[in-house]
């Protein structure tokens, strides 16, 4: 079962503030962010493991609230470069057994 | 150099025609799948390995195939494509679930 993202779509401009949202339904270990530009394979931001976490890169950083199952993208003072698809993955174990489950992603516009 | 190779990187095919697109890595990387992405829809799973010889289907396995005889190797099977498997392709491994995914170059598949 796919996690749930939102919004849909992020419109900024250049040095606005935003936040994505990811959540799923199931428990979960650990919750990946990959951004992906047009044409282009997903390229990884970060990982934030079970444990509520709160993980920084950059102007970009993330929460993992576990208690809700939810992750939170912030990205700060927004950059062009920071325009594309914004995935979460999220991992789900059960025993042995994991199996790592993408979002639809957002798309994220960064205007001059 | 680390990387995820894929190929072919754009194939046109017709109606019932096998054929096989390769993922290889170089990084020892234990863990590999294969996604597909449609608009819309996002990074969909198909297959997943978490070693040799070892796979499980992800969220839409029908009409495809894996094997994993070798742990660099991960090739993806069509063994009778059909138009609804027009998509973009990924491969993507890593060392484990939770740790980052390597994604390949993307693999573009038309099928008439």
């Known amino acids: 079962q796919q996690p749930v993202q939102s919004p849909q779509a992020v419109i900024l401009r250049e040095g606005e503030d935003a936040v994505i949202n990811c959540s799923s339904s199931k428990a979960l270990y650990s919750v990946h962010w990959y951004r992906q530009k047009h044409g282009e394979a997903p390229v990884f931001l970060m990982i934030?493991?079970?444990?509520?976490e709160q993980k920084g890169h950059e102007k970009i950083s993330a929460s993992f609230n576990e208690k809700k199952q939810q992750s939170s993208l912030y990205l700060t003072a927004s950059q062009l470069s920071y325009s594309g698809t914004y995935f979460c993955?999220?991992?789900?174990?059960?025993?042995?057994?994991?199996?790592?489950?993408f979002g639809k992603g957002i798309t994220l516009s960064v205007r001059p | 150099e680390a990387q995820v190779t894929q190929n072919p990187r754009y194939l046109i095919t017709v109606t019932g025609k096998k054929l096989t697109v390769t993922c290889s890595q170089n990084?020892?990387?234990?863990?590999m799948s294969w996604y597909r992405q449609d608009p819309g829809l996002g990074l969909r799973q198909i297959y997943y390995?978490?070693?040799?010889?070892?796979?499980d289907k992800g969220d839409v396995p029908e009409g495809y195939k894996v094997s994993r005889k070798e742990k660099r190797n991960f090739p993806l099977i069509l063994e009778s494509p059909s138009p609804n498997q027009t998509s973009l392709y990924f491969c993507a491994s890593s060392t484990r679930t939770e740790e980052t995914q390597y994604f390949g170059p993307g693999t573009r598949l038309l099928v008439l």
């Open positions: 390995s978490m070693n040799v010889e070892v796979t």
């Open positions: 934030l493991l079970k444990g509520g």
């Open positions: 993955g999220t991992e789900v174990r059960n025993g042995a057994n994991s199996k790592l489950t």
């Open positions: 990084m020892n990387h234990e863990y």
